[in-house]
């Protein structure tokens, strides 16, 4: 905690001062009052993969902002609303703002008790049309305690319904700058798609194909679809869709004149209605072929820094054998004078990636470290939150290294994006004493260098199946690499076609084109039994789907529907976003995903039905309504308590002849040998119960054991095991629709999207836990031309995902080799006659 720096008062380097919806004061920012009213609005900060919370000693946030022209002629403001750790000392912590590489303000972090509103204003120039990278910094030491325990308390969590930069509304918007597009509180756009009868299932295809255009153009990572009336207020979009005689009599539409073929237009936002994107022509080719033009369009344009980070927040793509240095992934050089350093990046692996233990990633290290750092010092590299390698700082002299070599092993990465942490722990003998004035508190402590790099080896290219890493990735099976170009249609299966999981479904399509980078053409269909078709995304209240759907991605029907029992009928209360995301202290401090704010399932809910798809274009949304409710009056959600843990202390303990017995056959090595004998009986015994399994289900006999399933859970993605990607079958399901709907919001928030993977996932809405359920039997699928080096890789990968198999196959070999050598042998030498 080192004393405060004195800062000039005034200029773009002033720190942060309230927005005048209250008197100005001197100096707002140093007195803690929490500013919760603001004059104008902001066009707030897109959700991104890495939430909104600082955290740690040194920490910092960055995000894409598109703005048009004239929003950048105009003045502008960057505003930052925030709540802070009451750990956090104010004298010796600070919060600052950049834009484009230009610092415009900082601020004393205090706000404990409270959510503290600053603004700062932006010089001229600075904001460019185009995508900027705005990026907020904070710099935080602990009150009373120096060790490095401590600065896991550190933390300035962003509140996003009332950050971001203080901009004129758009009313310049094009195709070319769909991305200006403004969030919601949430950090979600809001797509609704205008709807006042029920559609045909082929206009209805082209609903979806135009949002999953929608997404791909404004670079979304967090779509929120509904169907209904027309969008009011600044965020989001109201999207019209199809042919001019369907749309005969919208709103607006006579802006656009005649309609004589292929037509995309935006409307401008007029009084309180939002902005409006028309995609119309005079048949349903010309609606398609107006899609693709859509598809086609927008703006990469933007300052180096904005369009650099619009690339690094999807991830750096690899492919295998790559070498890439951190500044290329967006990591800059700097000394450290704190206990933890945590410099992250993310690279995205392609969606048909086998992770197993056939080859490691590579992280050459380059920095340094000072003397006097404690024998625990060490550095700690961590992949998607699991332990990678840790390696120690062994020298109480220090040491510079220019590559220092740290194997990461490929079984740890995953299809699609994979956040790579890289800690260094530098404790001191200091830190014991705690003494902050010290003339050497400010000392340096770590170098990291931006030329520290990592090589990717080549990778094994084919698809695990099931495995929903591949379709969170890439949209694996609806758009398989290997698919040829006369192979049928992916399936978007609707059993009922209400408005809530039309939405849920919309939203998936958006998500997973957001994935593959193109438009997934859905052929829309009612009936999950019906044959013939490609893959099958299936999206259905439980009610809806039939015992052999449920089984067929593993599922106990019984089971599913034990669980949901009761609540067929129920739905949740929706928050101001219109998608149940409710912004309070509770939830800042918890971190939470903002639309991931359902009452827990074990809370009594007020009952409702499913509204079907067809809605007049004079009734009000339950989003507008909910939102004028929740601004009458504020709500905390709180998750159900879960049941405490069971304390091992309360198990019986064991005699002392029992502990005697067990440590002597121990010290004489009794227990080594029976222990792996009887390790490798059971995966024998395993493998062959497997075998017996496969057997059954090709007989058609009883299908195995199905996955287990989370009580709490809101919502369940399976995916169903197949020999070819065009016959796999993705289910998203919940107790009912209208929690379908909120669910699925919540899970294509970036933070909990990005950990999706297994053969299960169910997701608890009410805090976006998500927990996965690996497959028994994992198949591989190829999905690209064979070859001797691909081939040779997908077998050490096979081989390292089956032991068992590995076992065996040396085995054999060994017995093959003995063989030969004995017959061999015979044959040689003088025979005695």
């Not at 340096?444 to 695990?464: G, K, M, Q």
């Not at 017995?661 to 040998?673: F, K, V, Y």
């Not at 093959?816 to 017959?823: E, I, P």
Request: with cysteine; hydrophobic share 45%.
């Amino acid at each position: 905690m080192r004393p405060a720096t004195p800062r000039p008062q005034g200029g773009p380097g002033a720190q942060g001062q309230a927005p005048q919806a209250q008197p100005p004061e001197p100096n707002p920012a140093r007195r803690g009052v929490a500013v919760v009213a603001a004059v104008e609005a902001a066009r707030r900060f897109p959700a991104g993969t890495g939430g909104y919370r600082l955290a740690g000693e040194e920490a910092s946030l960055q995000f894409p902002v598109h703005v048009t022209e004239a929003q950048a002629r105009g003045p502008a403001k960057l505003r930052v609303s925030y709540l802070s750790a009451i750990s956090v000392a104010p004298e010796s912590s600070e919060l600052s703002g950049s834009v484009n590489g230009t610092r415009v303000g900082w601020t004393r972090i205090q706000a404990p008790g409270a959510v503290k509103v600053v603004e700062f204003p932006l010089p001229e120039g600075v904001l460019k049309p185009g995508y900027n990278a705005v990026t907020l910094a904070a710099s935080q030491r602990h009150r009373v305690d120096c060790s490095t325990e401590a600065t896991y308390e550190l933390w300035t969590q962003i509140d996003p319904s009332r950050s971001g930069l203080v901009v004129a509304q758009a009313s310049d918007l094009d195709l070319k700058t769909l991305a200006a597009l403004e969030p919601d509180e949430s950090g979600a756009l809001p797509i609704g798609v205008l709807l006042a009868e029920r559609p045909s299932p082929e206009r209805l295809e082209r609903m979806i194909g135009a949002v999953q255009a929608v997404a791909l153009v404004g670079r979304l990572a967090r779509p929120a679809v509904s169907f209904g009336p027309a969008l009011s207020g600044r965020a989001g979009l109201t999207l019209a869709v199809g042919t001019a005689a369907e749309l005969r009599g919208t709103d607006g539409l006579e802006e656009l004149g005649p309609i004589a073929g292929p037509r995309v237009a935006v409307l401008a936002p007029r009084g309180s209605r939002a902005p409006v994107l028309v995609v119309t022509g005079v048949s349903a080719a010309d609606v398609r072929q107006a899609i693709a033009t859509l598809a086609a369009s927008g703006d990469e344009s933007g300052t180096p820094p904005g369009t650099r980070l619009a690339e690094l927040t999807r991830g750096i793509p690899v492919e295998g054998g790559e070498s890439l240095t951190l500044e290329q992934l967006g990591v800059a050089s700097r000394e450290f004078n704190g206990r933890l350093l945590r410099v992250g990046f993310a690279v995205r692996f392609p969606a048909d990636f086998v992770p197993a233990d056939y080859g490691k990633v590579i992280l050459h290290l380059a920095g340094g470290y000072a003397a006097g750092l404690e024998p625990s010092a060490r550095i700690v590299v961590d992949i998607n939150g699991r332990n990678a390698a840790s390696v120690p700082l062994p020298y109480s002299r220090g040491e510079v290294f220019t590559d220092s070599a740290i194997p990461l092993p490929l079984s740890l990465w995953r299809p699609g994006l994979n956040r790579v942490e890289i800690s260094a722990q530098l404790p001191t003998a200091a830190d014991r004493t705690c003494d902050t004035l010290a003339p050497g508190a400010r000392r340096a402590r770590f170098l990291f260098l931006d030329r520290t790099r990592i090589d990717i080896p080549a990778l094994a290219r084919a698809v695990r199946s099931p495995d929903l890493a591949a379709v969170k990735a890439g949209a694996v099976p609806f758009l398989a690499p290997n698919l040829p170009a006369a192979a049928p249609r992916p399936r978007l299966v609707l059993p009922t076609p209400d408005r809530d999981s039309a939405s849920a479904a919309a939203t998936l399509a958006a998500r997973l084109a957001i994935a593959a980078n193109r438009v997934i053409d859905f052929e829309i269909g009612s009936d999950e039994r019906e044959a013939g078709g490609g893959a099958h995304l299936i999206v259905a209240p439980v009610r809806a789907l039939t015992p052999a759907t449920l089984e067929a991605v593993g599922l106990d029907p019984a089971q599913v529907r034990g669980i949901w029992e009761g609540r067929a009928e129920t739905v949740a209360t929706p928050g101001p976003f219109g998608a149940e995301g409710v912004v309070t202290l509770d939830r800042l401090r918890r971190n939470l995903p903002m639309r991931c704010a359902l009452p827990a399932l074990t809370t009594p809910l007020r009952t409702a039905s499913a509204q079907p798809i067809q809605v007049s274009a004079q009734q009000v949304s339950a989003q507008q309504v909910s939102a004028q409710q929740a601004s009458a009056q504020q709500a905390s959600v709180q998750a159900a308590p879960q049941a405490p843990a069971p304390d091992p202390t309360d198990a019986p303990a064991d005699s002392e002849a029992d502990l005697v017995a067990r440590w002597d056959e121990s010290a004489r090595g009794l227990t080594i040998i029976p222990a792996v004998l009887a390790n490798a009986w059971t995966g024998l015994v395993q493998r062959a119960a497997e075998t017996r399994d496969l057997a059954l289900r090709l007989a058609g006999g009883p299908a195995p054991e199905a996955v287990p399933l989370n009580p709490r859970a809101s919502l369940i993605i399976a995916q169903g095991a197949g020999g070819r990607l065009r016959d796999g079958t993705v289910l998203v399901t919940a107790p009912n629709a209208s929690i379908l709907r909120a669910s699925v919001s919540c899970l294509v928030d970036p933070v909990v999207w990005t950990t999706l993977s297994g053969q299960a996932a169910f997701l608890d809405a009410s805090d976006g836990s998500l927990t996965t359920v690996q497959p028994k039997r994992v198949g591989l699928i190829e999905t690209q031309a064979r070859g001797l080096a691909n081939l040779r890789l997908v077998s050490a990968a096979w081989l390292s995902l089956n032991p068992g198999a590995y076992v065996v196959m040396t085995l054999v070999m060994a017995l093959c080799l003995g063989l030969a050598t004995t017959s061999l042998v015979r044959q040689l030498g003088r025979r005695n006659r």
